[in-house]
Every structure is written in C-alpha cells, then in structure tokens.
C-alpha cells in the first residue's frame, strides 16, 4: 500500500511517498526542475507504480522548497543533502534494501552525477542530463547542439532549402542560431558542462544514460557526450535511445519504454550482474 511520509533535511520536512515492495534492490526517484513528486504528467507516481508491481520498492520526495517540502528552493545544484536524506529516509521505510538505484531526468540527473556518492547510491539511470551552462540556457534559444542538429535535418529537405531562398525563413533568427552555435565551439572547458563532464567520467557505478533522442536537452547532452571528455566514460555506460522528442517521456508508448528501460536495470542489479555496458 502506498504511503506519504516525512522526513527532515537541513532543518526542514520534507514530504515522500514509498511504493512498498519485498526486493532488495529499489528505485529512488529524484524530480528533475522544480517538478513535484509526481512528475510531469503523473509519471514518476506511474513509474513508482509499475516498479513497486515487479517487486521493488520506490521511493520520490519533494526536495526543500518544492511541493509539500518545506525550505528554501536552491535549484538541484544545492540538492546534494536532499539526496542523501532521501536515500537514509529510503532505507529506514525499506530495511530489507540492500541496493538503492537512483533515477532522475533533466537536472535532476545531473544532480545525481554530482551527488551520489554521499548518499551511497549503487546505479544511476539518467534520462536527458542538463549540460546547458547557464549562460547557453537564458538566451531564450534552444541549445547550441539542438540548433545545429535542426539545422542538419533543414538541409536535407528541399523544401527547406526552397524556403531559405525564397525569403520563408527568419533571417534574424538564423543567424542568431548560428552565432550561438560558434560560440559554443569556442567555449572553454571551465563550464557546467565541462565540470559535468568530468564528474561523470570519475563515477564508479553502473550508469544507464536513457535519452528522449529529438529533445533539445537530450541533444545537448548526446553532442558532448561525442567528445574528448567521454572517451574512456563511454565504454562502460549504456546508452538508449527512445525514438521521442518528449523531455518527460509523457506519452503512453514513452512511459512503457521509460519503465521497461528502469526495470531492466533493476533486475540486473538484483541478480547482482549490473546494467549491461
């Protein structure tokens, strides 16, 4: 049976819901943006749901200042002791739990890069990880890899080429997108993504990257994920695909694959083999 429960961080309460279940191995679901426990558009509580039906037991929270948790919202760069609280409170609603995989979209994900450790996290599910800097993300444009990618695929289509010589596209705005696009090029290394980059490629832990792959965060992530910083990284993380431009994996079929991809690395984990790499 489902249960809403408490539990303090830093001073405050915050608020959580457990999926019981009997397996030794469960899921932590931690909301990507200000998202509530439920996610976007019930998601995380269907995801909960359908795990807790396989016999694993999840566990979501609102972090400080989100939702029914009381506190201050900092943004997910300041979560790291919501983590590590939410994996303690875990462990005392579950104390059969003898591994605790963590799943988080968007920064949320990101959040779990740089913060499992201290919460004793044993595998990570990332879906769509934020690697837009700052800077990249307030300008009201796409990011650069996204711009770029829709660029490719304009042209491959004669109709597009069409349009852009006969005064059907915004001139602004093309170059607009292609100045961000050079100036991504020359970004330096001492970026959010760039230090990103490098606390993934210190994790030791099964990682399971799952990427919306027409979403412009995923594409984002998917673009540096090509680069120098990931050579060795690459070679022991999976990586998949759904065939989506949905950032929350909202849609029926996005949901059977979103909860087929976490059930998977669940039940690996359980039998002690870790995801496939």
Not at 73 to 79: C, H, K, L, V
Not at 168 to 173: A, E, F, K, R
Not at 174 to 196: N, P, Q, T
Not at 200 to 212: C, F, G, N, Q, S
Request: hydrophobic residues 45%; proline residues 4%; negative net charge.
């Amino acid at each position: 049976m489902r249960r809403l429960i408490g539990f303090s961080c830093a001073g405050e309460t915050l608020a959580a819901t457990i999926d019981p279940a009997p397996g030794t191995t469960g899921l932590l679901i931690v909301s990507g943006g200000n998202e509530i426990r439920i996610g976007a558009h019930r998601g995380m509580a269907e995801l909960a749901a359908t795990v807790a039906a396989a016999g694993a037991p999840a566990f979501r929270y609102d972090r400080r200042g989100i939702g029914d948790s009381s506190g201050e919202n900092n943004g997910f760069e300041s979560s790291a002791q919501d983590i590590r609280e939410a994996a303690a409170a875990f462990r005392r609603e579950a104390p059969q739990l003898t591994r605790i995989v963590a799943f988080g979209n968007c920064d949320a994900a990101s959040a779990l890069i740089l913060y499992h450790a201290q919460a004793g996290i044993d595998a990570l599910i990332l879906g769509n990880p934020w690697v837009v800097d700052r800077a990249e993300g307030d300008d009201a444009l796409p990011p650069a890899a996204a711009i770029r990618a829709r660029y490719i695929e304009k042209l491959k289509n004669p109709r597009e080429l069409l349009r852009l010589f006969t005064g059907g596209v915004n001139i602004y705005n093309l170059v607009r997108g292609l100045l961000k696009i050079s100036d991504k090029i020359l970004e330096d290394s001492a970026s959010f993504s760039g230090g990103l980059a490098a606390a993934l490629a210190e994790v030791k832990i099964p990682v399971t990257i799952l990427l919306a792959e027409r979403d412009n965060t995923a594409l984002a992530f998917a673009d540096l994920w090509k680069g120098d910083a990931f050579t060795a990284t690459r070679a022991r993380c999976a990586v998949n695909s759904c065939a989506t431009d949905s950032h929350s994996f909202a849609r029926p079929q996005d949901k059977a694959w979103l909860s087929e991809q976490v059930l998977a690395v669940l039940a690996r984990m359980e039998s002690g083999s870790g995801p496939d790499t």
